[in-house]
């Protein structure tokens, strides 16, 4: 695979929106490896800043995913991971360098005890109707073998 398509769209092909999942690399002074080494986001927003030198900066406007533990779940082998709220509900939201973003993740619905989904639920309500998600590991074999 030479490239990956990801996407921020307000409306994707006429419909609701499609903000894709990403991995985003840590800076850090360690070397993580793994998924200790990345942070989940959510790509709200793609453009670019153009400086007075006509050089141009690739950026995202991206929404942070926490971890929750220091490990994958027991029973599944995934991470879990829960959007990042600030203390007035809001989401954490951050400018970075596309260059940053390592490629696409695919969180998977976390149902808490014995709920069931709403008869009128549609794919594109996931990630404002769920609190927690799982890193789905088994998505492809890139990401199997990158980022576990």
């Known amino acids: ?3 990956e398509w990801i996407r921020s769209a307000p409306s994707w092909r ?4 499609c903000c894709d999942c990403v991995y985003v690399l840590k800076h850090s002074d360690e070397q993580l490896t793994g998924f200790k ?7 709200l927003l793609l453009f670019s800043i153009k400086t007075i030198n006509n050089m141009q900066y690739p950026c995202a ?9 220091d490990e ?3 029973e599944t ?8 709220v600030n203390q007035y509900g809001s989401p ?7 260059d940053c973003v390592f490629r696409s993740a695919h969180l998977l619905g976390k149902m808490a005890g014995n709920e069931f989904l709403p008869t009128e639920f549609t794919f594109h309500e996931t990630l404002d109707r769920f609190t927690a998600f799982y890193v789905n590991k088994f998505a492809d ?8």
Do not use: K, N
């Open 14 to 17: 006429g419909g609701p929106p």
């Open 72 to 74: 994958p779940c027991r």
């Open 61 to 69: 406007l991206v929404h942070w995913f926490s971890t929750v533990g």
């Open 92 to 98: 954490v939201t951050a400018v970075i360098h596309l």
């Open 37 to 43: 080494g990345m942070h989940i986001a959510c790509l």
């Open 1 to 3: 695979m030479h490239r």
């Open 77 to 84: 082998g995934m991470w879990i991971v829960e959007p990042d």
């Open 141 to 148: 074999h890139h990401t199997h073998q990158i980022t576990f």
